[in-house]
């Protein structure tokens, strides 16, 4: 129904920063809740930061409170998650998720099973 591609990951120093971004196709997910997960090597994926439909509230895991904003772009079809302060616990793969279903506006879904639709994942790397 939709299609979700993250982008910019990659190679950065601890201390370092990186924006990732993802994109919507097929249809618009400006209203829709939107999140943003993540996967390391031999992990479970972790929930990192959430938006509302509305965009008004937001929530973050706490190992990455105060470095990591997230944010949507309604005209663009797309939500954005700053990481700042990069440490080499975040590397990992980074995941967006968008939840189709009946949504409150104000709502945030911090686990799994709220969404509908998976990117591919943008790998981050933290070195030291």
């Known amino acids: 129904q939709v299609q979700l591609v993250e982008s910019g990951g990659g190679l950065v120093q601890a201390g370092g920063s990186l924006r990732l971004s993802c994109a919507a196709s097929?249809?618009?997910?400006?209203?829709?809740?939107m999140g943003w997960f993540r996967q390391a090597l031999g992990k479970e994926r972790d929930f990192v930061a959430a938006i509302s439909a509305s965009g008004d509230n937001t929530r973050y895991a706490d190992s990455v409170k105060g470095r990591f904003t997230i944010s949507r772009d309604h005209g663009k079809n797309a939500v954005t998650l700053q990481m700042n302060t990069l440490q080499l616990e975040d590397t990992a793969v980074y995941y967006c998720a968008a939840r189709s279903r009946g949504t409150l506006i104000d709502t945030i879904y911090d686990q799994s099973h709220h969404y509908d639709y998976w990117g591919q994942g943008t790998q981050v790397t933290v070195s030291s």
């Open positions: 097929g249809r618009t997910f400006s209203s829709n809740a």
